[in-house]
């Protein structure tokens, strides 16, 4: 994982610019994040537990991420 939005390298050729920076770590996470929005039809808790990893601790990030979003 690279950077502060963990961007796996293994995404390799999918990513639209170098991870290695601030900056291109976080295009390359709201790509990836778009992606799985579309993959999951607009399931905001199935992206995010995608995005973040499909075990019980992805799981418990993503309902961490909505629930943080629902107090901004």
């Known amino acids: 994982m690279i950077g502060a939005f963990g961007i796996s390298i293994k995404d390799g050729d ?5 991870p290695y920076t601030f900056k291109g770590n976080a ?10 929005l ?3 039809q607009g399931n905001y808790m199935k992206a995010l ?3 973040k ?14 629930n943080h979003s629902k107090e901004l």
Request: charge should be positive; aromatic fraction near 6%.
């Open 27 to 36: 295009e390359c996470s709201a790509v990836r994040l778009r992606r799985n």
């Open 49 to 51: 537990t995608a995005y």
């Open 53 to 66: 990893g499909i075990c019980k601790l992805g799981r418990e990030q993503a309902r961490d991420v909505l």
């Open 38 to 40: 579309n993959k999951y």
């Open 14 to 18: 999918l990513l639209p610019c170098s």
